[in-house]
């Protein structure tokens, strides 16, 4: 364990150096979209929908959008197919692109053993911290949990174990320097989808996710809605759906980059 925060604490300061919020003499504004899950890894699967297929589907959507309407917008996904790729290689494709705003898009779920999962529903959007209540953790848990599919996945990650809360302490020395600008496009992120999305409002919470942690830039992860409510599920995996969330976050984007220029 003593070894595993020894490595953390290097290279938390190889990817997580200061870097400036926007470049001075930029000529793109560098939007990286992280469609979470692929391939193998389906992410959450109900209703007769998959997880990684509607974080796609938002993903590209909002790409199309962001290209055709704002000038000087580069749009970097991650992945732009059903591809399996590891939270490192998402964090590389950030941190190579020298990114100006990391987009991780998500769908939510709960544990199958929970009354209310055919219910529940909302929208959240996430910034990297420490967990402020057990849903926040357990939300972290399943999307970190992706690594497991990777062989050896803790001697590549450090040590890092997603279901082991010794492992989230790396957390709380994460760099703050992109901390304020994260939250001010999650807000913003937030209230349209809400606003003209009609997702119900979950908030904007703090947690530690692993691959907000390794990009070196401000850095949000959305969560949709939830995948175990039929509702829910119907509308994300509708063409209104996918372009009404992806309209929603693309009006972030817009106001988040007016207001850092």
Known sequence: MR???FRSLLALS?????LPNMRAVATDFTIVLDPGHGGKDHGAIDNSAREKDINLSVARRLGEKLKKKLKGVKVVYTRDDDTFLSL?????????SKGDLF????????????????????ASVYVLGLHKDGNNMEVARRENSVIEYEKDFKTKYSGFDPL????????EMAQKSNLSRSFSFAEK????????????????????FWVLWATCMPAVLVELDFICNPESAAFMTSEEGVDSMADAIFKAVKEYREECE
């Open 3 to 5: 070894n595993f925060f």
């Open 14 to 18: 190889l990817i997580a150096s200061p």
């Open 88 to 96: 490192q290689e998402r964090a590389a494709v950030a941190n190579e």
């Open 103 to 122: 987009v991780s898009i998500h769908t939510n779920s709960v544990d199958e053993k929970n009354k209310n999962r055919k219910n529940v529903a909302g």
């Open 164 to 171: 082991r809360d010794e492992s989230y302490i790396i957390f």
């Open 189 to 208: 992120a937030q209230k349209h989808l809400v606003g003209v999305a009609g997702r119900k409002d979950r908030g904007v919470h703090q947690a530690g």
